[in-house]
C-alpha cells in the first residue's frame, strides 16, 4: 500500500521560503505522477505543481509559477516542493498526492485522478 508522508511546513512571513517534502513508500513509482495540492480554509482543494516520476516533467498552476519548484529523488522516493517568494494567499494546507499510471507527460492537474494522499502539512504565511 502507497504511503505519502508530508513534512515541512510552519509558519512564516511574507517573501520567506518553505521546503515541503513528502516522504513515498509501498510502490516503485515507475510510471507514477506526483502532485502538490493545497486547500485554504472555505476553498476547493487546488492543485499547486506535478512530477512525472519516470521522465521529471513538471507543471505548475499560475498561481505559483516562477516562484515554487517540484522535484523528485528516486533513490530516496521523495518528492519536495521549494516555496519561494511566499505570500499571504499560499496559507493552507499542502497535500502529496501519487497517481498509478500516467499515460501524458505532465501530471494531471485535477485531484479526482489521484489515487494516494497524504494528511497533509499547514503552511501559515503573515503579512
Known amino acids: 500500500q502507497v504511503q505519502l508522508v508530508e513534512s515541512g511546513g510552519g509558519l512564516v512571513q511574507a517573501g520567506d521560503s518553505v521546503r515541503l517534502s513528502c516522504a513515498a513508500s509501498?510502490?516503485?513509482?515507475?510510471?507514477?505522477?506526483m502532485g502538490w495540492f493545497r486547500q485554504a480554509p472555505g476553498k476547493q482543494r487546488e492543485f499547486v505543481a506535478g512530477?512525472?516520476?519516470?521522465?521529471?516533467?513538471?507543471n505548475y498552476a499560475d498561481s505559483v509559477k516562477g516562484r515554487f519548484t517540484i522535484s523528485r529523488d528516486k533513490v530516496k522516493k521523495t518528492v519536495d516542493l521549494q516555496m519561494n517568494s511566499l505570500e499571504p494567499d499560499d496559507t493552507a494546507v499542502y497535500y502529496c498526492?501519487?497517481?498509478?499510471?500516467?499515460?501524458?507527460?505532465?501530471?494531471?492537474?485535477?485531484?479526482?485522478?489521484?489515487?494516494?494522499w497524504g494528511q497533509g502539512t499547514q503552511v501559515t504565511v503573515s503579512s
Open positions: 509501498g510502490g516503485t513509482f515507475r510510471n507514477y505522477a
Open positions: 498526492a501519487a497517481l498509478r499510471s500516467i499515460y501524458t507527460r505532465y501530471a494531471p492537474m485535477r485531484k479526482d485522478e489521484y489515487d494516494y
Open positions: 512530477i512525472n516520476w519516470s521522465d521529471g516533467d513538471t
